[in-house]
């Protein structure tokens, strides 16, 4: 095989709510951090560790925007992406570096009640048009739903 792949799959927590940023031209993009976990025993004490790997969530344009309508913080999502490594100089003059994950594909997996529980403990803005309450859970069918009975 000659060629190449970046592609990434997650599934963790917002661990913020999105943030978005608008251009000029209509385009957008919205930034979240998602949380993984891995969960282990400690050999020598025995003892249950959870370590907890953030990754910087990078959404374009109209899926920016279903994010940020659909999307809070502890929502369960699952991601498919790329990874891309961004470089610039800060103010000192040392060269910074940051990893994204440029999504190309997204699931949310966190229950519609649990979802819905989570807005009704957020204030709404009195000028907001309603909430939809049923939010689009499947942006690919390749995915099964979280309630299938998988044998691992």
């Known amino acids: 095989m000659s060629g190449t792949l970046n ?8 661990g913020d709510d999105v943030k978005m940023h608008y251009f000029d031209g209509g385009n957008c993009i919205g930034r979240f951090p998602l949380a993984t976990n891995e969960t282990y025993v400690n050999k020598q ?9 953030w990754h910087n969530i990078v959404v374009r344009n109209k899926a920016a925007e279903v994010c940020e309508k659909y999307l809070t913080k502890g929502d369960k999502v699952y991601i498919e992406g790329r990874i891309k490594t961004r470089q610039w100089q800060a103010e000192d003059g040392t060269a910074r570096y940051s990893t994204e994950i440029q999504v190309t594909d997204f699931t949310f997996l966190t229950a519609k009640n649990e979802a819905e529980g989570n807005r009704m403990q957020q204030p709404q803005q009195p000028a907001e048009q309603p909430q939809p309450t049923t939010p689009p859970t499947d942006h690919n069918t390749n995915v099964p739903a979280p309630d299938d009975d998988l044998p691992f």
Do not use: F, P, Q
Request: glycine share 6%; hydrophobic share 35%.
């Open 7 to 14: 592609k990434v799959m997650l599934i963790g927590h917002l």
């Open 45 to 53: 004490t025995n003892e249950r560790v959870t370590s907890t790997e």
